[in-house]
Structures are given as structure tokens and as C-alpha cells.
């Protein structure tokens, strides 16, 4: 087994997603719980969860788009910011608006597994020109592991409420708002000493655009995700498809053909090329092209699949701490335990998977464990009691949701570093905008008396998901394995 290559600025990176995580895991844990005793309705609880998936789904595309263009550090800033304001406005007063818009602002409760919100299309590309391709998903999910494990320990926190009530429940929830601001503003300051321009990952003269392996040869040559037609091969962790930058010598010097990225016309860096080649050069601008739509294929493709996974999580996993205390009547200290010992096994299920990929294959290893868990979701209603339906739902969380690193290795390497950002978000916005509307649902029909409808319909759409995954994306396993 190679040796993991991670350098200090993805270390940093990893580190803040593991702090960030520790007030993400207690929000999961106490958001909702403390809304109620705020006399919130369920549907209520639910429209506002909705309006925050629904603006941050607006920041999305914004923010992968622009941090391409504009660095990934200031928008990372921008949500800790954020995130320190809604924290401390929450800590204040229990005045509905303002509850909303802190809400809304900061993601609470959405257990994000550390990830910056609407902003973490940004974190993800940025972390990903730090890594080697060839490692990417087997890093993504060391990464997504530390962001559970961190939720596992704020989970715990967040049953701070129940063991020490206040006089009312601001009283006795504003600790665990404060802790969220404090591990924030630590997570600015680390960003604060990072240099954005440091750290890349070093990738081979000869080989495509942002990591990409060789350009396979001969009209059978692997391709992206095992879609025919894209002219490059994909690599171990998912890597991007890319057209091989042309080389041309004459004599001893060297040029290199590249597109521009502001107006794709082709450039060469080391001066004009000889005429006899300049068909050649002129070639790079149609192959610029092809890799681009077909970049452009594949994220629409896993934009559509995810959106039908994106709405079955929408409609249980920000409510299932709700869930448990309206089905099984538990505190929230009950409910904060069952959570951490189910993020910290999801944070070695996302370690297993890793390797997992590295054996079977990123898609394949994504479509199992998604059978798995949908089957155990299924049971779940079924459970007489408390301690029973921990355990399902401990196990069916770990399954599940240890996959979330080799997704990310997927959607982070459809396109090269320079529309990376894009990909990222596209990726998330898929998730997040229909995500967005489960809440809402989900806590209609809580309020109407159907605790177990939602999550029937979340198991039957992962069934159906996972089917659609592996028929759209089996191929890229196969690509990966002879990319290598």
C-alpha cells in the first residue's frame, strides 16, 4: 500500500473541518430539540430547516464559480464569519426572526460532518489540488472521517442542555451556541495563517490537465466514468478527464500548447510553434473542446443522480433527533449519545470505504453500502423500543453515510483543477436543493401523525438511487483500473 502523501495545507484544512464538526454534531443534537421548547411546530421546525437548505442551494453554484476564479481562502472565511454572527445572535435572544436567520446564515442542525455549508464546493477543490489524484479517494475519506468523528464528540456535547438545565431553555442552550462561535473563530485564525498559493499537489509534465492520468491510446482507450468519447482515462480515485497537453520540441526547446482560460484560445508558452506543427498546436483548441462538454456530460449526469439521493436524506436526516424524542419520548442526552457513537462508527465506515474503493472500486463500494443501509432504514420503524432503534440506526448511519468521501473523490474528479470549483458545487447543489424540501415534508407529516412515511420514502428513493448510480457510473470503475 502507497504511502499517504498529504501536505501541510491539506492537514490544516482537514484539522478545521474536524474542529468545525464538533458544533455541527452538537447542532444536529439540540437545534430542533431546543426549537421545540421553543413551542415550535414540527412543520415549522422543518420550513426553517428547508429555508436554510434552500439559501444555502443559492450560494452554491455562486461560490464554486467564483471561488475558481477568485481563490478558495475568501469564501472560507466569509462562513466562519457567518457562522460566528449567527452563533453569538443565537446565544442572545430566542426572538423568532432572528433564530430564523441564523439559521438560515449558518446551516445549524443540517450535520454537514464538518464541511463549510454552501460554502464547502470551495474547501473541497481547494483540498484536492493538495492531494495526489491517485490517493484522492482514499484522503477524501480519511477527511470525511475526522469530520465524523468531530461530529461524534459535539453530539455528546450537545447533551449539555439536558444535563444542565437553565431556567429556560435560551438558559440552558446557550453554551452550546457559544461553543460553536469560539470553534469558529479558532478555525478563521487557522485560515488566516494559510497561504492558498502553497502547497499543490506536483503533477507530472506529461501528464493531462490537473492531475489526469495519460491520455489512454487507440480508439479502445479507458474513459471518464466509463463514458465513451472523452479521450482521457480516469484515474484511481476518480481522476478528471483531461486532453494530454501537447509537447512540441524543436531541437532543444520545448513548447507547450495550453488553453487560456479566459478565452480558450490556444497559447504556447515558450514562444510560436514551427508551421510544419502548427496543425498540431491549433488541434489543442478543438481537443479543449471535446473535454469540456464532455466534463460538462458527466457532471449533469451526477447532478441527476444526486438529486434523488439529495431528497431522501433531505427528508429524515436533519429530523431523526426530532423523531426519536416524538417516537420513544428520550432526552436529549439519550438522543446526543446515540448520535455520537453513530458518527464516531460512520468515521470508521468512511476509513473502511476508503480502502474499500481502492479494492472494488469507488462506485461499487458506494452503491453497496447503499443497499445496506436502506434495508436497515427500513426496519427501523418496526423497533418496540429505544435501544433497539439505536442500534439499527447507529449501523444503517455508519453504512451509509461512510460513503460520503468516495462521492465527493468522484464529483471532484469529473473535470480538471480549473473547473474543479464548479464541479464541486454542482455536485452539492444537486444534494442540497432537494435536500432543501425534505423537512418541510417530513415535518407536515410528523404533525399529521405519519412518523414512519418519511422514512419509508427515504429507504425506497436510496433503493432506487443506488440501482441508477451504478448502471450511470459502473463503467468509471472499470475506466479507473485501466488507468493505472
Known sequence: MAKIELKS???????????????????????TLYLKALNWSGAAIGGVTSAAGLAGAALILMVGILSDRKGRKPFLLIYEFLTITAAVAASITTHALVLVLAIVVAGFGRGQSGAAGPFSPAEQAWLARLINPAQRGLIFSLNNAVGFIGMAVGAVIGGIPALFPGKDPLTAYRPVFLMVGVVSVICMLILLGMREDSGDFPVPADRA???AVPAAAGPGAATIAGIPGTGAAAGAAGVAAAARV??????????????DRS???????????????????IGVGEREKAVRKQENASMLKLALVNALNGLAIGLTGPMMAYWFNIRYGVSPAAIGMTLSVGYLLTGISSVMNGFLAQRVGVVKSVTWMRVLGSILMLTLPWMPNFALASVIFVIRNAINRGTTGNRFALSASLTRDRRRGLATSINALSMRLPSSIGPGITGYLFDMGFLSLPLYLTATLQLVNAAIFQVVFGRYDKAAKQAL
Open 9 to 31: 495545507a491539506a492537514k490544516r484544512l482537514v484539522l478545521i473541518r474536524g474542529l468545525r464538526s464538533l458544533g455541527q454534531g452538537a447542532m444536529v443534537v439540540d437545534l
Open 209 to 211: 490537465v490537473s492531475g
Open 246 to 259: 501537447p509537447r512540441i520540441r524543436e531541437g532543444e526547446r520545448e513548447f507547450k500548447a495550453e488553453a
Open 263 to 281: 478565452n480558450e484560445k490556444v497559447l504556447v508558452t515558450a514562444g510560436a510553434a514551427p508551421p510544419e506543427e502548427a496543425e498540431e498546436v
